[in-house]
């Protein structure tokens, strides 16, 4: 599966962006999907992650209640809703698929096989 992100750019803090991961070559509703993020000299964190089946989902402590992951299998696209932007969400966002992930791996980027390339989130404060 190839995925796309989308949706990043240059936001004042409090503000809202939604980034989008879009998947072609295969349903991305086989597929577990993951957002990470990466800041210059900083090493790539776990932001959120939903199961394939939709029905559970996960975030890092630092965006929760802020950021809401969501997935429409019908557009096979995944969602990350970013809400009340900070000057620390400032990163590149990636999205990342897999098909075995186990619970306890959602939050491991090691774990997940498929990556789309970076979209740049910027927060002015």
């Known amino acids: 599966v190839q995925l796309q992100a989308s949706g990043g750019g240059l936001v004042q803090a409090g503000g809202s962006l939604r980034l989008s991961c879009a998947a072609s070559g295969r349903t991305l509703s086989g597929y577990s999907v993951g957002w990470f993020r990466q800041a210059p000299g900083k090493e790539r964190e776990f932001v959120a992650a939903i199961k394939r089946s939709g029905d559970s989902t996960y975030y890092a402590r630092s965006v929760k209640g802020r950021f809401t992951i969501s997935r429409d299998n019908a557009k096979n696209t995944v969602y990350l809703q970013m809400n009340n932007l900070n000057s620390e969400d400032t990163a590149a966002y990636y999205c990342?698929?897999?098909?075995?992930?186990?619970?306890?791996?959602?939050?491991?980027?090691?774990?997940?096989?498929?990556w789309g390339q970076g979209t740049q989130v910027t927060v002015s404060s």
């Open positions: 990342a698929a897999d098909k075995t992930l186990i619970t306890s791996s959602m939050v491991d980027g090691d774990a997940y096989d498929y």
